[in-house]
DNA sequence: AGATTGGTTAAGCATATACTTAAGTATTGC
DNA sequence: GCAATACTTAAGTATATGCTTAACCAATCT
């Protein structure tokens, strides 16, 4: 198992390229094959299985295997770590300049 | 000028690593030099100046130098267009879901 | 059965990342 | 002025990343 902390480094590491984020665009439009999701990229199909693999193992894509075909799909679960920690700490950061301008204020009268 | 998807390579890069996520973490508390930056991370200082260079180019954070002592804030607008990035795809994703659901249940009648 | 499709494995390579130590440069305090 | 503080610069190194090509395997189609 690994924890909250090592996750978000393999998620953001999977996000950080243009390539697995058209990956991932493709894939909240629905499950694809790996041929389908190789076909707009300009790349061999063994880099495209590498970064797919960047994603599964990040959590982000699951994928099965039925006869010859591997389809993948989203986990948005997994989404959802990655947005959840960006999103407290802009909330941490907004509420400290709120505190702020309330002192601002404050000193005012 | 950057386009939006080499922003978003730099921004989930830089998240992508645990010392630069206390570092972001810190700075949501408040502004702070680049020693009190370093002080709780278990590496050298210009360790410390090289991942706060990555925060810096990718535009999470800001610092300006004063004398001698270099402050650093966050910049909570790059902080967004990541967490909107992936608030869009999960959207979406759920649209797909409960389009997919409306159809089942239309099986159903 | 033989060819095609869809994917897998392995090996190699160029560049990028995450550090290190050593030495240097401006402020600032005494 | 001299020392301490707060970085800064440079150079080196080990490992990771993002590809490539070549060869392989296993379902499916004809």
Redesign the pocket.
Known sequence: MLNQSESLDLVF?AL?????RVMVERLTRGPA??????QPL???????????Q?LETSGLVR?A???????CTIDPKTLSLAEKWISERRALWERRLDRLGDLLAEEDD
Chains 1, 2 share one sequence.
């Open positions: 590491q950080a390229d243009p390539t697995r094959s790996v041929s389908e999701l190789a300009d790349m061999s199909l063994p880099a495209v299985v590498q970064h797919l960047v994928t295997k039925v006869g010859r075909v591997r389809t």
